[in-house]
T-cell receptor, first 111, second 115 residues
Framework: TQLLEQSPQFLSIQEGENLTVYCNSS?????LQWYRQEPGEGPVLLVT?????EVKKLKRLTFQFGDARKDSSLHITAAQPGDTGLYLC???????????FGTGTRLKVLA | DADVTQTPRNRITKTGKRIMLECSQT?????MYWYRQDPGLGLRLIYY???????NKGEISDGYSVSRQAQAKFSLSLESAIPNQTALYFC??????????????FGPGTRLTVL
C-alpha cells in the first residue's frame, strides 16, 4: 500500500514559471524529507521538515509541512532548467520505523 | 570524493548468474540500505541494516541477500539473477544519532540488466 501520494506525476513548464508539488498521506509522519534526483544519479536530500506548519526556504524552493504532519508541499518560484529532475518526498510514520518514498513528480523546465 | 560509492556502476548479466553489488561509505553512518528503482514503481526497500550485526528484510527481499561486512560496507547479492531484477539499484546511509536520523544519503546507483 502506497502511503505517500505525490501530485502531479509529471510537470512540464517554461522557464520563469512558478509551480507547486504536493505530497499527501493519511498517516502522520515524525518528519518528512524532500529529495531531487537527476538522471543517472541517486536522490539528493534537499530538506527535512519536522514540526507541523513548518516552512523552510532553500533559495527559490519553499517547503511546507502540514499542520497535522500528514502532508507537505514544495513550491518553486521562477523555475529554471537546472530545476529539472525527479522530486521525491519521503518519511517515516510516527511510532514505527517504516521509511517510505512518495510516487515522485517528474519536472521538466524548458528554456 | 563521494561519501557513498557503489560498484559496479553498470552491469549486464545473464539469467541464472550470481552477482554482487557493493556499497562503501565514508560518512561514518551506522545505518545502511539497499533500494531498487523501477519506472512507475518508485524506490522500494530491499534490505536494511542498523549496525554490523543487524540485517532486516525490506518489502521486496525475495531473490536477494545482503552482507554487512563492516560498518562502512554493505553488499547486495542476487543468487540467481532473473530478467525482472533488471532495475536501478541504490545504496543509502543514515545516522541514527540526533534528530535527523531519517535523512538518507544515496550512492550514484548501479544499473543492472539481466538478459
Amino acid at each position: 500500500t502506497q502511503l505517500l501520494e505525490q501530485s502531479p506525476q509529471f510537470l512540464s513548464i517554461q522557464e520563469g514559471e512558478n509551480l507547486t508539488v504536493y505530497c499527501n498521506s493519511s498517516s502522520v509522519f515524525s518528519s518528512l524529507q524532500w529529495y531531487r534526483q537527476e538522471p543517472g544519479e541517486g536522490p539528493v536530500l534537499l530538506v527535512t521538515v519536522v514540526t507541523g506548519g513548518e516552512v523552510k526556504k532553500l533559495k527559490r524552493l519553499t517547503f511546507q509541512f502540514g499542520d497535522a504532519r500528514k502532508d507537505s508541499s514544495l513550491h518553486i518560484t521562477a523555475a529554471q532548467p537546472g530545476d529539472t529532475g525527479l522530486y521525491l518526498c519521503a518519511g517515516a510514520t510516527s511510532g514505527t520505523y517504516k521509511y517510505i518514498f512518495g510516487t515522485g513528480t517528474r519536472l521538466k523546465v524548458l528554456a | 570524493d563521494a561519501d557513498v560509492t557503489q560498484t559496479p556502476r553498470n552491469r549486464i548479466t545473464k539469467t541464472g548468474k550470481r552477482i554482487m553489488l557493493e556499497c562503501s561509505q565514508t560518512k561514518g553512518h551506522d545505518r545502511m540500505y539497499w533500494y531498487r528503482q523501477d519506472p512507475g514503481l518508485g524506490l522500494r526497500l530491499i534490505y536494511y541494516s542498523f549496525d554490523v550485526k543487524d540485517i532486516n528484510k525490506g518489502e521486496i527481499s525475495d531473490g536477494y541477500s545482503v552482507s554487512r561486512q563492516a560498518q562502512a560496507k554493505f553488499s547486495l547479492s542476487l543468487e540467481s539473477a532473473i530478467p525482472n531484477q533488471t532495475a536501478l539499484y541504490f545504496c543509502a546511509t543514515s545516522d541514527s544519532a540526533g534528530p535527523r536520523y531519517n535523512e538518507q544519503f544515496f550512492g550514484p546507483g548501479t544499473r543492472l540488466t539481466v538478459l
